[in-house]
Structure formats: structure tokens, C-alpha cells
């Protein structure tokens, strides 16, 4: 049975998000008396937010590559990194890494494209909504991406940083958030919505702005992850 390795801590909600669903899905899979291999190597929060807000990516991926080899070592088949923001240097890790990683991007055009969406919107960190790795991503699925405006950026970000973080999920953030996704929906014509940090479907799970299918990136991470953990039974 192949064991599962996952770099978390970025936040600690959404970490333990992921673990309580994988093994529910894995379950679901299989039967009840059973749970998959998994290892966590939860990472400095703070220390990331720090390089995150310094533009010292090479730092961050030295760090985020030892932390992978580490779960190499310690038994780890394969691996994921339970965020989106970090995924700003996954081609550099996984080019790097002791053992396969599975991207939370990749799988989520994947997703976008099975369910047949033309215009995703994307909110998450500032990082996350500026950086070029979902861009780049979309368009090699031949899909069109759109972001918020700068003040929308700015807003989402605070939420994002100072609370979703902090695991304070306010009824008036959500509204927030909701209100630039149906400004999205009705100026830019998006159908399909990317929750680019895996503390968003925390806030946003049963939110719903018609026209628009959201893609919970936790959610189609952790089917993907659950597929390679049975691919060997």
C-alpha cells in the first residue's frame, strides 16, 4: 500500500481538512476498519508569510524541498502540498523532489475541463491571484482566466491572511468574497469559480452564485490523492 506525504501547516484548517478527507474518501473506497498511510510534516507558517512577503521564493523552495525530503526518509511514496499558494515554485520542487508530487493545479483544470467550463475566476492570496502558475495552467487546458480587480485583490487577501488563516470564518467576509464573484460572474462572464486556497471551501461550502460551478480545490485534490492511494490494491 502506498503512503501518502503531505506538507501542511499552510494553515493548520485546511490541513486537517484534507486529513479528515482523505481518509473519509478512502473509506468510502474501501471499508471501515481500514485507514491509509499518511505522514505530515506541518511547516513554520509564519516563516512562509514572511519569505511569501518578501519575493524570497528560493527560500521558500529550499525550505518547502527539505520538508519533502524529509517525508521521502520517512517512508512517504508520494507527496502534495496542502495549499495553492505554495504551488508559486512547484515546477522547481517537483523537478527536485525524491518522490512524485501530485500538483492541486493540474487536477483542478483537469476538473474545470471534465465539467466543461470555458471561464474560470480565481480568488485566493494576492500570491496566489497574481502569480503566473494557475495562468499558465488554464491556458495549457485551452481555458480563459479571469482575476479580480486590484481593490477586490487587496480585500480578499486581508480575509484571506488575517482570518481564514486564524480560523475565523465571518458571515460578512463570505459576503464579500460572494459579491466579487457575481460582479466576476456578470462583467466577466465567468461560469466556473477556482477557490485557490484551500481555506476558501471553509468559508464558501455551501455558498452558491447561480451560473457559476465552484471548484473546491481541496476537495478535487483529495479524489485525485485517494485514486494513487488505491492504485496499487
Known amino acids: 500500500m502506498k ?13 486537517i481538512d484534507y486529513y479528515r478527507s482523505i481518509i473519509a474518501l478512502y473509506k468510502q473506497h474501501t471499508d471501515a476498519e481500514h485507514q491509509p498511510p499518511i505522514l505530515i510534516q506541518s511547516i513554520n507558517l509564519k516563516q512562509m508569510q514572511e519569505w511569501f512577503a518578501a519575493d524570497r521564493w528560493d527560500e521558500v523552495t529550499e525550505y518547502l524541498f527539505s520538508n519533502v525530503y524529509n517525508l521521502a526518509r520517512g517512508g512517504a511514496d508520494f507527496g502534495i502540498l496542502a495549499a495553492n499558494t505554495a504551488h508559486i515554485v512547484f515546477d522547481e520542487l517537483a523537478a527536485r523532489s525524491p518522490i512524485p508530487l501530485i500538483s492541486i493545479v493540474e487536477v483542478t483544470c483537469k476538473e474545470a475541463k471534465k465539467q466543461g467550463l470555458k471561464r474560470l475566476g480565481l480568488i485566493g492570496t494576492k500570491y496566489t491571484m497574481q502569480a503566473p502558475f494557475y495562468p499558465n495552467a488554464v491556458e495549457r487546458a485551452r481555458l480563459k482566466l479571469v482575476i479580480p480587480n486590484e481593490t477586490e485583490i487587496a480585500a480578499i487577501h486581508n480575509i484571506y491572511f488575517n482570518e481564514l488563516l486564524y480560523n475565523q470564518f465571518k458571515p460578512e467576509s463570505r459576503q464579500i468574497i460572494l459579491q466579487v464573484v457575481q460582479r466576476l460572474h456578470q462583467a466577466e462572464q465567468i461560469d466556473g469559480l477556482i477557490l485557490g ?3 476558501l471551501p471553509l468559508l464558501l461550502r455551501d455558498s452558491i452564485v447561480p451560473g457559476v460551478s465552484f471548484l473546491d480545490t481541496t476537495r478535487i485534490h483529495v479524489e485525485r490523492i485517494v485514486s494513487e492511494l488505491l492504485a496499487d490494491r
Not at 503512503?3 to 490541513?15: A, D, H, R
Open 197 to 199: 486556497g484551500t481555506e
Open 3 to 15: 503512503t501518502l506525504g503531505i506538507i501542511g501547516g499552510i494553515g493548520p484548517e485546511s490541513t
